[in-house]
């Protein structure tokens, strides 16, 4: 998957606790970006980041916060999870902001129970 | 709410059929439609992508119908194959981000 990693592949944990997730990328490329994918839904963008320390909100962004302090690695942090969380998570990577060769990584299960 | 309406939400196909999936959107801003083509326990993969200034693109078995007037386009899967089996997902892209419809599970029977 385009030199991209997520981890933890899979993961459950209880209402209430912090978790975050991790992207790293190989390609050195600038842009990244957190999707939750639920059915009926699609993908939505939760955050994005445009270089290191440069991060913006998608459009549903609640409940989530990210950090970006190396071009590689790229975190979203569930600050206090929820069961409305339990969601399938997906980091995208992008060369350039246009958006038009966006590569996914093979996404996180997170559970909340 | 969602900014790219797709349907149908799942169709069965016998191979060598031809698949049809729809998405219609209402922002008009939207300059860029990617599909994207996902297997399970797999991330999405981009397929085929068209700009609002042609009408139709084509790659191999897949083709890109566009009607700008109507702001709708449509996936075609030509000669459809049992490896065509997938979730697609069509996308609209304003201000460098993506609206992705809901999702069409493909399923192509040999």
């Known amino acids: 998957d385009a030199g991209i990693t997520q981890s933890p592949r899979h993961k459950v944990t209880e209402t209430g606790t912090p978790v975050t997730l991790r992207c790293h990328q190989t390609e050195n490329h600038r842009y990244m970006y957190w999707y939750r994918q639920d059915p009926g839904h699609g993908l939505r963008l939760i955050h994005y980041s445009y270089g290191v320390k440069d991060t913006d909100k998608g459009e549903v962004s609640d409940g989530y916060s990210v950090s970006r302090s190396k071009t590689e690695d790229f975190l979203l942090t569930l600050e206090s999870a929820t069961s409305s969380q339990t969601s399938v998570y997906f980091c995208?990577?992008?060369?350039?902001?246009?958006?038009?060769?966006?590569?996914f990584g093979s996404g996180t299960q997170l559970s909340v129970l | 709410q969602q900014q790219v309406k797709q349907s149908p939400q799942s169709l069965i196909v016998q191979k060598g059929g031809i698949s049809i999936i729809n998405c219609a959107y209402e922002n008009t801003a939207f300059d860029y439609f990617p599909w994207y083509q996902q297997f399970p326990g797999k991330g999405p993969a981009l397929l085929i992508a068209?700009?609002?200034?042609?009408s139709e693109k084509k790659e191999g078995r897949f083709t890109i119908s566009f009607n700008k007037s109507a702001k709708q386009f449509s996936l075609h899967i030509m000669d459809s194959q049992p490896g065509d089996s997938a979730t697609y997902f069509c996308a609209a892209s304003r201000d460098y981000k993506l609206s992705f419809g809901a999702g069409t599970t493909v399923t192509v029977r040999a």
């Open positions: 068209i700009r609002p200034d042609v």
């Open positions: 995208a990577i992008s060369a350039d902001s246009s958006n038009e060769k966006l590569f």
